[in-house]
């Protein structure tokens, strides 16, 4: 079984500031990590994903994630933040094997100008 | 290319009636996924077809739900007997073919807003 944890429902930055969305997991298999972005009345955005290959995963929009197995962690960052980033951001994992996306609770990101 | 589709974008409806929800998956992926969003219970996973294969029903809520693929492409959602909790964003996604350690990405459509009254 899998699920994920996002600590934290509403995170609000300065533009320019960094960006820390953080997500916990627990898999029962190796598993496969997503960050997905949603603007207001929008579907959900693939920003990134970790399939095993490489442990640091580079996105659209200047986001990456660390995959870091010891800390079943996989937290979303972005150097400088932008005032279009402003959105609710969802981290979601399944595992080899599954299929459906198991998503986390969202955390919704605000800019202040 | 074209991503994927859903419709109605809205739909209000009234307690008892049935709905129907249609997604159009991108040409091409043979898997396909409906998922819920709601306020209380944030994004939940419903169905998910894949090819011919039977389909994953396992996060279907109650037997008022159900789900049809035609011909391995439009998908049907349909809610019997809506209820007031059934009020949500349905979402459909859609990707290649998902086996083993091959994890392809799932892409959204941007949802059908159901509001039962």
């Known amino acids: 079984a899998q699920s994920v944890t996002q600590l934290g429902s509403h995170v609000s930055v300065s533009e320019g500031a960094l960006v820390l969305l953080r997500c916990n997991y627990s898999s029962s298999v190796p598993p496969y990590l997503f960050w997905y972005v949603q603007y207001p009345n929008q579907g959900l955005q693939l920003l990134l994903k970790?399939?095993?290959?490489?442990?640091l995963v580079k996105g659209i929009n200047g986001f990456e994630a660390e995959f870091k197995k010891s800390e079943t962690s996989f937290h979303l960052t972005k150097p400088s933040a932008h005032m279009s980033d402003a959105a609710e951001y969802f981290c979601?994992?399944?595992?080899?094997?599954?299929?459906?996306?198991?998503f986390g609770q969202g955390t919704r990101l605000t800019i202040n100008p | 290319g074209a991503g994927v589709s859903q419709s109605p974008s809205n739909k209000v409806t009234e307690k008892g009636k049935d709905v129907e929800l249609r997604c159009d998956p991108i040409?091409?992926?043979?898997?396909l996924y409906w998922y819920r969003q709601s306020l209380g219970q944030g994004l939940e996973f419903l169905i998910y077809?894949?090819?011919?294969?039977?389909?994953?029903k396992s996060g279907l809520p109650s037997d008022r739900f159900s789900a049809e693929r035609t011909g391995g492409s439009v998908s049907t959602l349909t809610i019997q007997r809506t209820q007031q909790e059934d009020s949500a964003v349905y979402l459909c996604?859609?990707?290649?073919?998902?086996?083993?350690?091959?994890?392809?990405?799932?892409?959204f459509g941007p949802g059908t807003r159901l509001l039962v009254l």
């Open positions: 996604a859609s990707s290649l073919a998902t086996s083993g350690r091959i994890q392809e990405t799932q892409y």
């Open positions: 077809f894949q090819g011919n294969s039977a389909p994953d």
């Open positions: 040409s091409g992926h043979t898997a």
């Open positions: 970790y399939t095993s290959a490489a442990t």
């Open positions: 979601a994992v399944n595992g080899w094997g599954a299929q459906k996306l198991v």
